[in-house]
């Protein structure tokens, strides 16, 4: 039984839902997001909740994954999405110029990365960049496009990690 597909959704004050066509349009201070229904699910709207029905139990799998992919639409326009990430090494560097992320990872060139439409990146420094926006999937996607330049490695812990993200540290060779 999908106990998160059963999840009531609330809508905040100044957010719209709308079902178009199969399409669900949500609309709110911060921007508009659209997802196409995934089949078999209807949606009903109450004033400001949200309910999601399955018609068979074929959609039984996607009720839960329809449920939060709507709640992130939500949160995304009146809050928005953002994921931090950090560098670590020498001469490592994260540099924003317009619409262009330019990252010195310790190759001989440095890594030119564009920035997708509806994203921004703030510089908090040569070594830490924010990544923002209203889609929650964008904003990861591209947060893990940049970690894949260089990834953290185990044993000096270079690369480039999210914020909160514990890099297990290994021991080098002994030396006899």
């Known amino acids: 039984m999908s106990r998160i597909g059963n999840r009531v959704i609330t809508v905040p004050e100044g957010v719209t839902v709308e079902n178009v066509d199969n399409v669900v ?20 709207q109450e004033e400001n909740t949200v309910i999601l029905e399955r018609k068979n139990e074929n959609a ?11 709640q992130n639409m939500i949160i995304g326009v009146t809050k928005g999405y953002e994921k931090g990430l950090e560098i670590l090494g020498v001469g490592y560097r994260f540099n924003v110029q317009g619409k ?13 990365v564009e920035i997708p439409e509806g994203l921004t990146v703030e510089a908090n420094g040569n070594t830490e960049i924010t990544v923002k926006g209203i889609d929650k999937t964008l904003v990861g996607e591209f947060a893990a496009n940049i970690r894949k330049v260089r990834q953290p490695e185990p044993y000096k812990g270079k690369g480039i990690r999210y914020k909160d993200e514990h890099v297990r540290r290994k021991e080098g060779k002994k030396a006899a």
């Open 25 to 44: 349009t949500v609309k709110g201070p911060k921007g508009t997001l659209s997802q196409v229904m995934l089949k078999d699910i209807t949606m009903k």
């Open 60 to 70: 039984k799998a996607m009720h839960g994954t329809m449920n939060a992919l709507i």
């Open 100 to 112: 262009k992320l330019v990252i010195s990872a310790g190759y001989s060139h440095p890594v030119e």
